[in-house]
Structure formats: structure tokens, C-alpha cells
């Protein structure tokens, strides 16, 4: 064999053997990181961190927009509020017939 062959062979050996331990050791710490943990207790840790992922991204978006937010609390307060405030704003003689198809009756269009 020629001198830069045998170089290069015991280069290439060199780079085999440096890969091969890098993988060993990748897996000793795959195996040593998931010999401690059940499957169910790894999922339970994987979906609390997207929670906490989630949950930061909307505080972010929260804080970068407040006036969509406040806006959106307020429509969510009025809808949760509008039989009370339509109420307000219907006659005692409607609300004391007792009839609530009365109101719609009267608000159909004629043909």
C-alpha cells in the first residue's frame, strides 16, 4: 500500500471511532434519561411544559395587545349581560302580558 492510502485509512479510522463514541454516548444518555422516568410520567412532563409554552405566548400577545383583549372582555361582560340590560329598555306593558312572541310577532316585517 502507498504511504498516503495507509494515511488516509487511519484517518478514516480515526473519524469511525470518534463517531461510534459519540453515539455510545448519546445513547447511555437517552437510556440513563428515560430509566428514571415512567411513559406516563414523561407524557404528563411533556404536556405541562406545551402548557407553559402556550401560556407564555399568550401573555406575550396579551400584553402586546390590550386593547383587543380589554375589548374582547368587554363584548364576553354585554353578552353574558344582555337579557338583563334588554330588559331595561322593553315596556312594563310587554313584560306584564306575558308573552314573549308577542315582541316578535310585532317586530315581523309585513308582506
Known amino acids: ?14 473519524l469511525r471511532n470518534a463517531a461510534r463514541a459519540l ?5 447511555a444518555h437517552l437510556r440513563a434519561s428515560l430509566a428514571g422516568k415512567s411513559i406516563s410520567r414523561r407524557i404528563v412532563d411533556r404536556i405541562g411544559e406545551g402548557a407553559s409554552e402556550v401560556l407564555d405566548e399568550a401573555i406575550e400577545v396579551a400584553d402586546n395587545n390590550k386593547g383587543v383583549v ?4 368587554a363584548a364576553i361582560v354585554l353578552w353574558f349581560a344582555r337579557n338583563p340590560i334588554l330588559d331595561l329598555f322593553l315596556d312594563e306593558d310587554e313584560v306584564a302580558d306575558g308573552d314573549p312572541g ?3 310577532r310585532n317586530t315581523e ?3
Open 70 to 73: 380589554a375589548t374582547l372582555i
Open 1 to 14: 500500500m502507498s504511504l498516503s492510502l495507509e494515511r488516509q485509512l487511519r484517518e478514516d479510522r480515526a
Open 109 to 111: 316585517p309585513t308582506r
Open 23 to 27: 453515539f455510545e454516548a448519546d445513547i
Open 102 to 104: 308577542e315582541l316578535e
